[in-house]
């Protein structure tokens, strides 16, 4: 960890608050918790984020004589300070070894959190999960074609049971193994009346339909509706 790494690594371990006073939303220092003139080392587990107030009044005291009058609040500093990050400890133990096994698949570059950040906050783009994806890596510009993301959830093809069973494992119900009429359940198909909605087709009488964003179940008849998107086991949204 250098620099920037490591005040993105104690902002995420301190919870982004002054570990003495507890205060959010104010600039926050790197501080070493027993002072280097004390002895104390430069190594991250010796290293916590204070609020100038505190800074300035902590100075190069022992953080045993700072805190001398919140003995508990002294013992929580000396146990988080040992803990490393838990998944960020899983990541590091994991990362060099898929690198490696990718590195002989395909050329692979890396970069990291903090990178990224930087990138999209010198670009000027908001924090969004998508824009970051884009962020990654060494990137000097970055022009986004569109503010609507595509959110695409894979939801699995169903299963390939042939029969529903009940908790005995008689068969209640037979699940068509060909579409009904040239319809799976899961089509998206839009009615004349009832609008975009799901489509669940069955073999005998008419089809049920569910308008999209309620879970209203309402039957229709198949010649009432075409089909508009075929189910492929993803759903699609904006974000
Ligand atoms: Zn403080």
């Known amino acids: 960890l250098a620099g920037y790494e490591v005040r993105e690594y104690l902002l995420e371990k301190w919870g982004r608050e002054c570990t003495y006073c507890g205060k959010q939303s104010v600039p926050l220092q790197i501080e070493h918790i027993q002072p280097k003139s004390k002895g104390g080392s430069d190594r991250v587990s010796n290293l916590c984020l204070a609020c100038e107030k505190c800074n300035q009044r902590k100075g190069n005291k022992p953080i045993e004589e700072f805190l001398k009058k919140k003995p508990s609040l002294l013992q929580k500093i000396k146990t988080k300070a040992k803990q490393p990050l838990p998944d960020a400890a899983a990541v590091n133990a994991t990362r060099n070894k898929l690198v490696k096994v990718l590195r002989g698949i395909k050329p692979v570059v890396t970069g990291t959190g903090s990178q990224t950040k930087y990138n999209r906050t010198k670009l000027r783009f908001p924090k969004q999960h998508w824009i970051d994806a884009a962020c990654v890596g060494d990137i000097?510009?970055?022009?986004?074609?569109?503010?609507?993301?595509?959110?695409?959830?894979?939801?699995?093809?169903?299963?390939?049971?042939?029969?529903?069973?009940?908790?005995?494992?008689?068969?209640i119900?037979?699940?068509p193994l060909k579409p009904i009429k040239g319809w799976v359940?899961?089509?998206?198909?839009?009615?004349?009346?009832?609008?975009?909605?799901?489509?669940?087709?069955?073999?005998?009488?008419?089809?049920?339909?569910?308008?999209l964003g309620t879970k209203g179940y309402?039957?229709?008849k198949p010649q009432d509706i075409s089909a508009i998107h075929r189910k492929d086991g993803y759903i699609y949204s904006f974000c």
């Open 140 to 171: 000097e510009t970055l022009i986004l074609r569109t503010t609507q993301p595509l959110l695409v959830i894979c939801k699995g093809q169903g299963g390939r049971q042939k029969a529903a069973l009940n908790k005995y494992g008689y068969p």
């Open 173 to 175: 119900r037979h699940n």
């Open 185 to 211: 359940t899961g089509d998206i198909a839009k009615h004349q009346k009832l609008g975009i909605g799901k489509v669940t087709p069955r073999s005998k009488g008419s089809f049920g339909f569910t308008p």
């Open 218 to 220: 309402k039957s229709c």
